[in-house]
């Protein structure tokens, strides 16, 4: 059956799932095994060894495909280990990408401490601004990667008009989708060339396993991708991804649900009087709400603000939260706060954190499915607490 033309709620639950030839048993049953049979001396049933290929990962990779609307697509261990992945196979020494300034963490120590080393270089710009896309792009540069909306301020890349820059160079367009996934915002159908995830977030939605995925129209840049994916042996394990293909079902579901929340805290947020500012495509005050509007289906679920008190206060604040979650990672059903300063953003260098708005102040929230009015008493107590400073915890004298 052709999935093209479901409705995303019923791809996510049907989306390019096999049925287990063995018992029928309605899960796709979970292959935990490093190799398998050979019928004959090169007579297989398509699946040798599992860090090329294990029946669970490929179910997986159908499941992504269908939501992606692209062929299978290819999973891995993380999500670092598919960004990795990616750039190992499009990119050689002496090439270049150019990569958003307001970037997952991983991603830039990836260039600083891996990929400078092997000759590859990147340079991070604002890509907010498609005249920076434009201007960085040299002749050794091969892919573009965008991430939108960037973590942790929420700042916006327009898709389009980036791919337009990328298609006139004949080079790459990777976006990074983690925070939206192909439910709220569809890269591929606004002329990206890639999609990346870490499922890890979403696409799981229930904190209990890392991975990522890639998906492409490409076929020989997926081929590429296998290729190097298998050689370097960052492939998903089965387990994993058992535990993934049962999360997707509920993706869009879960999604309604997790922006319904943001929207009410993140209104909330922006009228207290202890907050200066709050940073959700939602709202009207977000510079970018049209771009949001135009590219994404959903003002997605992440918020970012500051206090008005400042860095101490904030930390404070987080200290003193009671059902939210002090935690890194995003997109499960708990709801996160993140100190983006000191965990995510720790080995960004503070000069550039601070030009990239990631003050020691700034406190995202990854809002989960908890009932949007207890989050919103439990960051009352907090806010009122870390004015007050009683009761709470010493803030480390390091991030002060
Ligand atoms: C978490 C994250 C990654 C890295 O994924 P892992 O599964 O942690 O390796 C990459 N990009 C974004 C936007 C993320 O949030």
């Known amino acids: 059956m052709s999935t093209y033309n479901l409705k995303d709620s019923t791809v996510a639950i049907h989306g390019g799932r096999t049925l287990d030839s063995h018992a029928s048993s309605i899960l796709f049953p979970l292959y935990q095994t490093s190799t398998f049979v050979h019928d004959a001396v090169g007579v297989n049933k398509g699946f040798s060894y599992s860090r090329v290929s294990n029946p669970t990962v490929d179910a997986l990779e159908k499941a992504i495909g269908a939501l992606e609307a692209t062929p299978p697509a290819v999973c891995f261990r993380t999500g670092m280990a598919a960004i990795t992945t990616l750039l190992l196979s499009v990119l050689k020494c002496g090439d270049h990408a150019v990569i958003s300034d307001v970037v997952y963490g991983g991603t830039m120590r990836l260039f600083r401490e891996v990929l400078d080393n092997l000759g ?52 790459l367009l990777a976006v990074d989708n983690t925070f939206l996934t192909p439910i709220l915002q569809k890269p591929l159908d606004l002329g990206a060339d890639i999609s990346i995830l870490s499922t890890t977030k979403y696409i799981d939605g229930h904190n209990a396993t890392v991975g990522g995925s890639i998906a492409t129209r490409d076929e020989k840049l997926l081929e590429r991708i296998c290729l190097v994916r298998k050689t370097l042996g960052t492939t998903q394990a089965p387990f994993e991804a058992w ?60 918020i970012a603000f500051e206090l008005k008190a400042g860095a101490e206060v904030a930390i404070r604040a987080l200290n003193s939260v009671q059902l939210c979650s002090r935690a890194e990672s995003l997109g499960g059903l708990e709801t996160l706060i993140t100190h983006p300063s000191s965990t995510t953003h720790a080995d960004v260098d503070p000069e550039l954190r601070c030009r990239l708005g990631i003050s020691d102040g700034l406190i995202r929230l990854s809002v989960g499915l908890e009932a949007p009015e207890d989050i919103i008493a439990d960051l009352e107590q907090a806010f009122a607490a870390a004015v007050s400073g009683v009761g709470t915890k010493e803030v480390p004298h390091e991030i002060r």
Request: aromatic letters at 4%.
């Open 243 to 302: 535990l993934t293909l049962q999360g997707i079902k509920t993706l869009p579901a879960r999604l309604r649900l997790h922006c319904e929340g943001a929207e009410v805290i993140a209104r909330w947020l922006e009228t207290h009087p202890a907050v200066e500012r709050v940073y959700y495509p939602g709202l009207d005050s977000f510079p970018q709400k049209a771009l949001a509007e135009k590219q994404q289906r959903a003002p997605g679920a992440m």
């Open 120 to 171: 590859i270089t990147a340079s991070f710009v604002d890509t907010s601004d498609v005249a920076n896309v434009e201007a960085a792009i040299t002749p050794a540069t091969r892919i573009v990667l965008i991430e939108t909306p960037g973590n942790p301020t929420l700042k916006l890349t327009d898709i389009e008009a980036v791919s337009q820059v990328t298609k006139r160079h004949s080079i």
